[in-house]
């Protein structure tokens, strides 16, 4: 049994039979069920005041584990000078001269390593044991911390996690000495706001045009849903996930924009709450004639998309994540997943903390693969 799919929870067979309903081939619908994942939303409940340790968070800064520095990226002087040149186009030489470069300029300098201490970007924290109760495959306690190294002039993303047993005792992240960022080649404003975060429990799909040639590990899954049908009628249902996008009912996050969900996230909304009359009364300008449409006052709010999720889909129409991150670290890309993706509130974009099921299922986090969606 693959605890990863929504079809294997039983908390989510309303929101699978709801989905699955929108689909009038049930050879299709049983092809899709095997894309549909056992997923979590997360939602800003509360603006980040640190008086918990641990608690579920998103941006500012971590509770780090008592002993444990606040992680760095080391970075040699020549690979320094090539990112200020590189971002400036200018020499090396032109940089040291007018940009008064010296060891001690703007990152802390580690003497025995001979680099630049760079801090890493602080993603998300996450408590296991509040989430634990929406699926099986995380681990039942213990916290995990998503860090990001993100070098402007470059496209590599190294992404790290790290996993902090429940016995341990934190330091606030308000006691942190807010890491240096140099907007000029890596900066933190996306994630300065910090935000408390609760979570659902959801199902997420993958985006039927991905499952085509270029993701053979995605066809390949297709079809082995389909071996019980003659050939011609298997043919016929991989024909159609070409247009089953076109052919679903429209769902309420599928109506917004993504300036849209991201409002909605920011004001603290959380689906099946009940919308009151004075919340919806005091509802900001920002509120487009689409959101006033949709929210209706004394009623649950439907479900929309969190800020963040857990066992996802990336969502790349050509080379699915897990095809890149199988060639990064080995191994077959349908072993691969999401396991975490969070929205960058400042660009709209989607990023993901790829994992090996294996090293999921073992609890080891020391193999991270990071991509934007695209």
């Not at 005041?49 to 641990?54: C, K």
């Not at 911390?145 to 993303?157: K, Q, Y």
């Not at 190294?158 to 900066?187: L, M, T, W």
């Not at 590990?217 to 849903?225: F, G, S, V």
């Amino acid at each position: 049994m693959d605890m990863l799919l929504a079809e294997n929870s039983p908390i989510r067979q309303q929101l699978l039979e709801q989905k699955l309903a929108q689909f009038k081939d049930p050879n299709l619908a049983n092809v899709l069920s095997a894309f549909i994942r056992c997923s979590v939303d997360l939602y800003p409940c509360a603006n980040e005041d640190y008086a918990q340790l641990g608690n579920s968070r998103l941006g500012g800064l971590p509770d780090l584990p008592v002993g444990m520095d606040y992680p760095v990226t080391l970075v040699g002087r020549e690979e320094m000078l090539d990112a200020y040149a590189e971002e400036f186009d200018h020499t090396r030489e032109y940089i040291e001269e007018h940009y008064c470069w010296s060891q001690d300029w703007d990152w802390d300098w580690d003497e025995a390593a001979q680099a630049f201490r760079v801090p890493m970007q602080f993603i998300a924290q996450l408590n296991c044991s509040d989430l634990k109760a929406f699926q099986s495959y995380l681990p039942r306690e213990g916290r995990l911390l998503f860090f990001l190294e993100r070098w402007r002039f470059s496209e590599m993303l190294r992404g790290h996690v790290y996993y902090v047993a429940e016995d341990q005792q934190f330091n606030s992240g308000k006691a942190i000495a807010e890491p240096k960022f140099d907007d000029a080649v890596c900066a933190n404003y996306e994630y300065e706001a910090a935000y408390q975060l609760q979570g659902i429990a959801s199902i997420k799909m993958i985006a039927t045009d991905m499952i085509n040639s270029d993701n053979p590990h995605l066809l390949k899954l297709a079809k082995a849903r389909l071996q019980a049908l003659p050939e011609p009628q298997q043919a016929m249902v991989l024909e159609a996930l070409e247009v089953v996008d076109d052919e679903l009912a429209p769902e309420w996050q599928d109506q917004l924009k993504g300036y849209e969900l991201i409002q909605l996230n920011e004001h603290g909304f959380i689906p099946g709450q009940i919308l009151t009359q004075t919340q919806w009364s005091a509802l900001p300008e920002w509120q487009s004639s689409n959101l006033q449409a949709l929210l209706v006052p004394e009623q649950p709010l439907p479900y929309y998309n969190g800020i963040a999720s857990i066992n996802g889909h990336g969502d790349s129409r050509y080379k699915a994540p897990e095809l890149h991150a199988a060639a990064e670290l080995g191994g077959n890309a349908e072993d691969y997943l999401v396991l975490f993706k969070a929205v960058y509130s400042e660009h709209s974009m989607q990023l993901n903390f790829i994992i090996h099921r294996d090293d999921l299922a073992l609890g080891k986090f020391d193999r991270i693969y990071c991509i934007y969606d695209n």
